[in-house]
């Protein structure tokens, strides 16, 4: 039996699949189990899991259609089953799970949008449930398969490798950080696709925060993010103003993650970091506020989630459509309204 995960949509729904991925390989120990991504760092997150054989990446997005079509045809036929991971509800990915050509092709039946991004052409589903977690879901599209239903529900799993570990050793030491402080991680930024930037908390209220915990608790704040939000965390390190804020650059991911693990608590917006956070079994303070909290709660970890839980939320569901808010008195009030003194009141409870 030969298996490919598709996860092409992001680096946070790629672990959100873990935990479906760990309980096939327990019940197909000798299938072969590939998957295929297209963003980095999907592929460095899946590169050490065990329960994966080989991790494919192709960037369909900017090797156009042509070669994209090609690498498609170059693996048609080779699986008896393929697995559209939960969310990816595009026309693109249920098309590329149909050309893929294996027998059983599985997908969720979304409850928006789901006939003109061809659902239709997945051929083992099972019916999207807003109440259920991402992780819950994925789980369901493996029960389908398998036909068979499952009472546990396993963590995230992030695999670290001691090159890792040593890595974020030699950071803290380089910043004169040590284990025995308290360190608090910040995740200012998210995903800006989609017009996604407005799930983000103002960087003016992280370095209100950052400095709070640095006058109050001595903290020492890590501001941690791709290379893409250099300016984002230099932004709110330099509002801060302090020598005990630092900006975390790290040389991969896996790497980003190891020194994460040396957190006491970590605060984030709705972000692929969140659920390195969870994965990593981190205290995790999530502030969340167009989208559904049901969704992508920190899973299975100690958190808290700040939101102002308003008539209008959630108000953003899968489907290809860019973010919006129809509020006519204050544009996204759900999370620009959420101040600095709530998220802190939370934090202070995991010190």
């Known amino acids: 039996m030969k298996i490919l995960i598709i996860s092409l949509s992001g680096i946070g729904d790629a672990l959100m699949f873990t935990p479906a991925l760990r309980l096939l390989r327990v019940e197909m120990p000798d299938a072969t189990i590939d998957a295929l991504v297209m963003f980095k760092g999907a592929a460095?997150?899946?590169?050490?899991?065990?329960?994966?054989?080989?991790?494919?990446?192709?960037?369909?997005?900017?090797?156009?259609?042509?070669?994209?079509?090609?690498?498609?045809?170059?693996?048609?036929?080779?699986?008896?089953?393929?697995?559209?991971?939960?969310?990816?509800?595009?026309?693109?990915?249920?098309?590329?799970?149909?050309?893929?050509?294996?027998?059983?092709?599985?997908?969720?039946?979304?409850?928006?949008?789901?006939?003109?991004?061809?659902?239709?052409?997945?051929?083992?589903?099972?019916?999207?449930?807003?109440?259920?977690?991402?992780?819950?879901?994925?789980?369901?599209?493996?029960?389908?398969?398998?036909?068979?239903?499952?009472?546990?529900?396993?963590?995230?799993?992030?695999?670290?490798?001691?090159?890792?570990?040593?890595?974020?050793?030699?950071?803290?030491?380089?910043?004169?950080?040590?284990?025995?402080?308290?360190?608090?991680?910040?995740?200012p930024g998210c995903a800006t696709l989609k017009n996604h930037i407005k799930r983000r908390w103002e960087p003016e209220k992280f370095a209100e925060l950052g400095r709070g915990l640095i006058e109050k608790h001595n903290a020492k704040i890590l501001l941690f993010g791709g290379a893409d939000e250099d300016e984002l965390k230099n932004k709110i390190k330099n509002n801060i103003d302090s020598a005990n804020a630092f900006v975390v650059n790290a040389d991969s991911i896996l790497e980003s993650a190891a020194i994460m693990n040396c957190c006491t608590v970590f605060v984030t917006n709705d972000s692929s970091q969140m659920h390195i956070a969870a994965a990593l079994g981190l205290k995790t303070v999530?502030?969340?506020?167009?989208?559904?909290?049901?969704?992508?709660?920190p899973w299975k970890t100690d958190h808290k989630i700040v939101s102002l839980n308003l008539d209008c939320a959630p108000c953003f569901f899968y489907s290809p459509r860019p973010l919006i808010c129809n509020r006519d008195d204050v544009k996204f009030k759900c999370i620009k309204e959420l101040t600095a003194d709530m998220v802190f009141d939370e934090v202070k409870q995991f010190i």
């Open 44 to 187: 460095d997150l899946y590169k050490n899991n065990p329960n994966l054989n080989n991790v494919y990446q192709f960037d369909f997005i900017n090797e156009g259609k042509v070669k994209s079509l090609k690498y498609l045809f170059g693996l048609r036929g080779n699986y008896d089953t393929t697995i559209n991971v939960y969310p990816s509800n595009r026309k693109e990915y249920n098309f590329i799970n149909f050309l893929l050509g294996a027998d059983q092709r599985a997908g969720v039946k979304y409850l928006r949008r789901d006939f003109r991004n061809l659902g239709f052409l997945n051929n083992v589903r099972v019916t999207e449930n807003d109440n259920h977690h991402n992780v819950k879901t994925n789980i369901n599209l493996v029960e389908a398969l398998l036909s068979k239903s499952f009472k546990d529900e396993p963590r995230m799993r992030i695999y670290l490798s001691d090159d890792d570990t040593k890595a974020a050793t030699v950071f803290l030491s380089s910043k004169g950080i040590n284990t025995n402080d308290l360190i608090i991680g910040f995740h």
């Open 286 to 297: 999530a502030i969340i506020g167009p989208t559904n909290q049901h969704y992508i709660h």
